[in-house]
């Protein structure tokens, strides 16, 4: 345990109310060991909540997190609460994400805190989606978390905006972080069926490119989208004679071949496909 020391409601609201006269280092000790202090109702609850408060505008995003987790913490059992204290937590984190100054990993760790606070509340952030638009000097670890960030908080409302942004992301120097926007919105058509023909015209728009690793990952993404949206067939079998030769990795053939065996004979130019399309995927 407690390393000799009981946390008494004498010792923890002492606690509480000097953090201020504490550094700013210290300040995220206290309240790591102050998580282990139980309040005895919630009249008590909320005071230690409104002392919190200003914590999480501080500067310094340690100890923003630290009371992001004790006000978690305390509040685990207020479901009835659970709404506002979403609510309360939001700003902050928000903050941390949009400075300009922070660090990567800082920013990295931020975004894992948005991720689970998500599961439990899935459209607290569904306005404030920009916030995780990539920035361009923005590493790809945290690139990366926040496409999947842009997936999870994706809605009705919001979703053009974000698969817009998200296809800007498909000429990324970085073939990775293109081939994972790609993938990002073929999720974001799945889970959104009213905005599955405007990723699709995106989806398709980006063929035109004639980029080899990008024409391989829509196809493998339209390829699930046809399964689900039976209309998306014929779109793919008009753009495969000018793309087949561009497909060079194993995925992206395997879609390829899939898809015209599976929807080439609703094509209206199906016997052209045969043979303009298959030989070139084998040499």
């Known amino acids: 345990g407690e390393g ?17 006269d504490f550094g700013e280092w210290s300040q995220c000790l206290v309240l790591r060991v102050l998580s282990r202090y139980g309040p005895q109702d919630e009249e008590e609850i909320f005071d230690i909540l409104n002392v ?15 009371a992001v987790r004790l006000f ?7 479901i009835d609460l659970h709404d506002d204290i979403y609510e309360r937590i939001r700003a902050p984190l928000l903050t941390v994400v949009g400075l300009g100054n922070s660090s990567p990993e800082i920013v990295f760790s931020c975004l894992h805190h948005v991720q689970l606070l998500l599961v439990r509340q899935p459209r607290l952030m569904d306005a404030d989606f920009r916030s995780f638009f990539c920035r361009y000097n923005d590493p790809f670890y945290v690139k990366s978390r926040k496409l999947d960030l842009l997936v999870t908080i994706s809605s009705p409302g919001n979703v053009v905006d974000i698969v817009e942004e998200l296809s800007a992301y498909a000429t990324d120097v970085n073939i990775e972080m293109a081939r994972q926007s790609i993938r990002a919105v073929g999720k974001i058509a799945m889970l959104h069926s009213s905005g599955a023909d405007h990723c699709r015209m995106k989806l398709l728009a980006l063929l035109s490119l004639e980029i080899d690793y990008v024409s391989s990952e829509v196809l493998v993404v339209m390829k699930d989208l046809a ?7 014929d779109d ?11 497909v060079v990795d194993p995925d ?13 004979e ?10 303009e399309t298959i030989s070139p995927v084998f040499i």
């Open 266 to 275: 609703v094509g209206s130019r199906y016997d052209a496909l045969e043979g």
């Open 52 to 66: 919190l408060d200003d914590r999480m505008k501080h500067v310094n995003s340690g100890v923003v997190f630290a």
């Open 227 to 233: 399964r689900k949206y039976g209309d998306a067939a």
């Open 72 to 78: 978690l913490h305390l509040t685990q059992n207020l």
């Open 236 to 246: 793919i079998l008009q753009h495969l004679p000018s793309c087949a030769s561009l």
């Open 252 to 264: 992206g053939k395997a879609a390829l071949i899939w898809t015209l065996g599976e929807y080439g």
């Open 4 to 20: 000799g020391v009981s946390l008494t409601k004498t010792l923890a609201h002492y606690l509480f109310a000097r953090l201020k």
